[in-house]
């Protein structure tokens, strides 16, 4: 997934869905493959659910957010990914025109899917 133009670091946040939105997130995106719990379709903290750029259930089983799988889910989920190149292409278009915060449910907030795909965005992985 190299060879795309320059995302700046800057453009892409990390936050989690439970937080209140601020204007420094430009467009919010949910990154997880499962509706967070006690949030309503409409809440503005959402933003977009971008559902295919999540861990398919069966990944995110396994992973189980143990910190020891850490590197082995990071490589599953960007093999993950290359399955979905037309998603990936159109988040990297408006990372690269401005602010996005993925948005996550994840209680770990340094070992989670919007981490990874953080990561994968900038070439980091």
């Given at each position: 997934?190299?060879?795309?133009a ?7 946040r ?6 209140a939105?601020t ?5 919010r995106?949910?990154v997880?493959?499962?509706?967070p719990r006690?949030?309503r379709?409409e809440?503005?903290r959402i ?12 990944l ?8 020891a ?14 399955q979905?190149p037309d ?7 408006v990372?690269?025109?401005?602010i ?8 770990d907030?340094?070992?989670n899917n ?5 990561n994968?965005l900038?070439?980091?992985?």
């Amino acid at each position: 997934m190299t060879g795309m133009a320059h995302i700046p670091p800057d453009h892409i946040r990390l936050k989690r869905v439970y937080k209140a939105v601020t204007r420094e997130d430009g467009q919010r995106v949910l990154v997880d493959r499962l509706w967070p719990r006690g949030m309503r379709k409409e809440d503005p903290r959402i933003g977009v659910w971008l559902k295919p750029l999540s861990p398919s259930n069966e990944l995110r089983k396994w992973y189980g957010h143990d910190a020891a799988q850490w590197d082995e889910f990071q490589s599953r989920y960007a093999e993950e990914l290359r399955q979905v190149p037309d998603d990936i292409a159109a988040l990297r278009k408006v990372a690269r025109e401005g602010i996005v915060t993925l948005v996550y449910a994840a209680q770990d907030e340094t070992r989670n899917n919007a981490v990874a795909l953080r990561n994968i965005l900038l070439g980091r992985s």
